[in-house]
């Protein structure tokens, strides 16, 4: 009876809000209005800190809002950062504040000041800075160039990407010119042949010629900004004007950490069936667990441990992290090793890195292959990504496995490479979703009893 007087109340409430919402929709239509909803953002001017960080592998760019008093950033690195103006918006979807570039993107000018204890130690000034990629733009490595030798790297660039384009002008109007010799060539074959002649034909047919290759490498424009490179431990920034006084809403906290552990080894796995949905693997102590017959592609990396907080308020200031854990963080892939396979306590394989390509296979089913990489079948592509293949069949026992690493031309497995894999069968699996909804039918029954009791 209980039950049935609340399901009562509940029902009375909700038509009384469903009426009163109809009521207040028709005079406004009476009345020539629509109901309107606003889902525009507030903006707000502010200012606030953008910058490129070091994260331990590349570098970052991020911002700071006003909402956070603290900056954090890796010790001993260089790491480029600016005040700027610009408009601050809170986004419900991310719970976070976004910042509106476009609209307002205004330097401060000034000096940035370093505080220690209360004291300024650096006054710095701003200096100009790029981010050189050596592997091209989408490269997982950046490297940090300030002052003289970031203006000369950006000229080497530029130098480099004028001579690619000079040479595919000269490209095309070398495609011009094969065209017409190729033209020329099938006039002259067909001459030849409708006049009787035959055999092989003394003629020489014209090279297709080869387009040239960009940079392998990008530089990003030079801009100004305050470069800080600093040892572990508690600072304070803020920015003194020209006219000597502090800007406001400049002062912000400055904590710099370094890592707890280096060169551990990690390893990004690539899951043959799912390889956008890259996973990792990098405490020692981790096992992988691996169902049926799967294909895995291994990337070793050197990688650095740090204070999960610290790290993750580097790479976003709005992120929520604790400070009693620690995470492992990719540094330097590893390479010229080789991925040994251990089952039952004999080499199974030895496994060297190769480059690989993902192609979409057409139709409605969007699936894909991976198949191994070379440039005699794929002249125009670049590689989607390069790996230890290692293939598991449903054949293997459930055992254990191991994989070591092992520098080419020696006979010693590198220290922390060593992993385990477990081979997971899927026979009578239906069981498990027996087990799983057990509870449930008890629940169930339970509820049903103590139901019926109250009636």
């Given at each position: 009876m209980r039950l049935k007087g609340v399901f009562s109340i509940l029902t009375i409430f909700s038509l009384i809000l469903v009426s009163t919402t109809v009521v207040l929709a028709q005079e406004q239509e009476k009345k020539g209005k629509q109901p309107q909803v606003s889902t525009a953002p507030v903006l707000q001017e502010q200012l606030v800190y953008s910058w490129n960080v070091f994260d331990g592998k590349t570098y970052t760019a991020g911002f700071i809002?006003?909402?956070?008093?603290?900056?954090?950033?890796?010790?001993?690195?260089?790491?480029a950062i600016s005040a700027k103006k610009t408009l601050v918006y809170f986004w419900p979807i991310t719970g976070k504040y976004m910042a509106g570039w476009k609209t307002l993107?205004?330097?401060?000018?000034?000096?940035?000041?370093?505080?220690?204890d209360g004291k300024v130690i650096k006054r710095l000034k701003k200096e100009d800075n790029v981010l050189y990629y050596p592997e091209g733009y989408w490269g997982e490595k950046a490297l940090f160039y300030k002052d003289e030798e970031a203006r000369k790297q950006y000229k080497k660039y530029k130098k480099a990407l004028d001579d690619y384009y000079n040479a595919l002008k000269k490209y095309y109007e070398a495609r011009i010119e094969y065209r017409k010799k190729l033209d020329k060539f099938f006039k002259e074959v067909k001459k030849r042949r409708e006049a009787g002649e035959k055999g092989p034909l003394n003629i020489e047919i014209p090279k297709e010629p080869q387009p040239p290759k960009g940079p392998n490498f990008y530089v990003t424009e030079p801009k100004k900004d305050y470069i800080i490179n600093l040892p572990?431990?508690?600072y304070r920034i803020r920015v003194r004007a020209r006219d000597k006084t502090i800007v406001e809403g400049s002062e912000k906290n400055l904590f710099v950490f370094t890592s707890r552990r280096t060169r551990g080894v990690g390893y990004e796995i690539i899951p043959g069936n799912r390889w956008t949905k890259k996973?990792?693997?990098?405490?020692?102590?981790?096992?992988i667990y691996a169902a049926g017959k799967n294909v895995l592609y291994f990337r070793p990396y050197f990688q650095d441990e740090y204070n999960e907080l610290y790290h993750n308020k580097l790479m976003d200031p709005q992120n929520t992290g604790r400070v009693e854990n620690w995470k492992w963080v990719h540094t330097d892939p590893i390479k010229d090793v080789i991925l040994l396979f251990y089952g039952r306590g004999n080499l199974l394989s030895k496994i060297v890195e190769k480059p690989y390509i993902v192609q979409q296979i057409p139709g409605p089913e969007l699936?894909?292959?991976?198949?191994?990489?070379?440039?005699?079948?794929?002249p125009y592509k670049h590689p989607t990504f390069s790996g230890y293949q290692l293939v598991l069949t449903e054949k293997l026992p459930r055992e254990g496995y191991l994989i070591y690493l092992e520098k080419k031309g020696e006979s010693t497995t590198m220290p922390k490479s060593k992993r385990e894999i477990r081979i997971v069968k899927k026979e009578n699996a239906n069981f498990l979703y027996c087990l799983s909804i057990f509870p449930l039918v008890v629940g169930g029954i339970i509820f049903v009893t103590r139901w019926r009791r109250l009636r």
């Open positions: 809002p006003k909402s956070e008093d603290t900056i954090y950033l890796i010790a001993n690195k260089d790491n993107n205004e330097d401060v000018d000034g000096t940035l000041e370093i505080l220690k572990p431990g508690k996973e990792q693997c990098n405490d020692p102590a981790s096992i699936g894909y292959n991976i198949l191994e990489y070379n440039k005699k079948d794929f």
